[in-house]
C-alpha cells in the first residue's frame, strides 16, 4: 500500500529542522560573543589595575627617573611623600620646569649649567643655593604646611634672601630615602603659583 505524500508536513519538518539549526547557530554566536566580552572586560581590568598602580612601585625613584615623569606623576609622588629632618651637607640638585611641555628636558639641562643644588645649614636654619662654584640666595629653614594640600613640609623661605627672591619659597618632601621632591612657588596674588618641580638627593661629593 502506497502511503499519501503529504507535502504539508515534509516542509514543516524541514522548516524545525532548519530552526533548529539557526537556534544552534545562534546559540554558538552567542557564547562566542560572550567569551570575546568576558576577554574584553578582564583585558581592560587589568590594564586599568597595571596602570593605577602608584609610580614608585613601578619604577625605580632617581633624579634621573624622575626627569622622565609628568606634572601629574611628580605632583603624585609629591603628595604621597613625607616630611623629613633636614641635616647639615650637600644635597644634589636638578631641576624639572614644565614637564609636560616640549623641551622641557633640554631646560632642566640648561638650569643644570648653573644651579647645583642646595646646602644646609641647621644650626644657622638657613639653605644656601649652590650656584656654579659658591653658595649664594639664602632661605630660611622651617616645617610648614604645603600650599599644595597643607600637610606638613619641609619650607625654604627666601623672604630673608636677596629682594629679587623674596617672592620665591620651596617645599620638600622625601618620596624614597635620601631622595627629595619640592616644588618652587611665587606668592603672586591672590594666590601663590606653582614655578617648578624640583629634585635633591644626598650626596657626599663636593659641589
Same mark, same amino acid.
Given at each position: 500500500?502506497?502511503?499519501? /505524500?503529504n507535502q504539508d508536513?515534509?516542509?514543516s519538518?524541514k522548516s524545525?529542522?532548519?530552526?533548529?539549526?539557526?537556534?544552534?547557530?545562534?546559540?554558538d554566536?552567542? #557564547?562566542?560573543?560572550t567569551?570575546?566580552l568576558?576577554?574584553c572586560?578582564?583585558?581592560? +581590568? &587589568?590594564?586599568?589595575l597595571?596602570?593605577a598602580k602608584?609610580? @614608585?612601585?613601578?619604577?625605580?625613584?632617581?633624579?634621573?627617573? +624622575?626627569?622622565?615623569?609628568?606634572?601629574?606623576? $611628580?605632583?603624585s609622588?609629591?603628595?604621597?611623600?613625607k616630611? /623629613?629632618e633636614p641635616?647639615?651637607?650637600? +644635597?644634589?640638585? @636638578?631641576a /624639572?620646569?614644565?614637564p609636560?611641555? /616640549?623641551? #622641557?628636558?633640554?631646560?632642566?639641562?640648561? &638650569?643644570?649649567l648653573v *644651579?647645583?643644588?642646595? !646646602?644646609i645649614?641647621t !644650626?644657622?636654619?638657613?639653605m644656601l643655593?649652590?650656584?656654579? %662654584?659658591?653658595?649664594?640666595?639664602?632661605?630660611?629653614?622651617?616645617?610648614?604646611?604645603? *600650599?599644595?594640600d597643607?600637610?606638613?613640609?619641609v619650607?625654604?623661605?627666601y623672604?630673608v634672601?636677596?629682594? *629679587?627672591?623674596?617672592? =620665591?619659597r620651596?617645599?620638600?618632601?622625601?618620596? =624614597?630615602?635620601? $631622595?627629595? $621632591?619640592?616644588i618652587?612657588?611665587y606668592?603672586?596674588?591672590p594666590?601663590?603659583?606653582? =614655578?617648578?618641580f624640583f629634585? $635633591?638627593?644626598n650626596?657626599?661629593? %663636593?659641589?
Amino acid at each position: 500500500m502506497t502511503l499519501p /505524500f503529504n507535502q504539508d508536513a515534509i516542509g514543516s519538518s524541514k522548516s524545525q529542522n532548519l530552526f533548529i539549526r539557526s537556534s544552534e547557530i545562534n546559540m554558538d554566536s552567542l #557564547h562566542l560573543e560572550t567569551n570575546t566580552l568576558k576577554y574584553c572586560y578582564y583585558t581592560t +581590568l &587589568i590594564t586599568i589595575l597595571i596602570l593605577a598602580k602608584p609610580v @614608585r612601585s613601578q619604577t625605580t625613584l632617581t633624579i634621573e627617573s +624622575l626627569g622622565r615623569m609628568s606634572a601629574h606623576q $611628580l605632583e603624585s609622588l609629591y603628595r604621597d611623600g613625607k616630611v /623629613f629632618e633636614p641635616s647639615d651637607g650637600y +644635597l644634589k640638585g @636638578r631641576a /624639572f620646569p614644565k614637564p609636560d611641555k /616640549f623641551g #622641557h628636558q633640554l631646560r632642566s639641562e640648561t &638650569i643644570g649649567l648653573v *644651579w647645583k643644588g642646595k !646646602n644646609i645649614y641647621t !644650626n644657622d636654619a638657613i639653605m644656601l643655593n649652590q650656584v656654579g %662654584k659658591k653658595q649664594m640666595v639664602a632661605a630660611s629653614i622651617s616645617k610648614e604646611e604645603s *600650599w599644595l594640600d597643607g600637610k606638613p613640609s619641609v619650607i625654604f623661605d627666601y623672604a630673608v634672601g636677596p629682594k *629679587w627672591a623674596q617672592k =620665591a619659597r620651596d617645599e620638600v618632601r622625601e618620596i =624614597a630615602p635620601g $631622595l627629595y $621632591l619640592g616644588i618652587m612657588y611665587y606668592r603672586n596674588c591672590p594666590c601663590p603659583k606653582m =614655578a617648578m618641580f624640583f629634585a $635633591l638627593e644626598n650626596c657626599s661629593c %663636593k659641589p
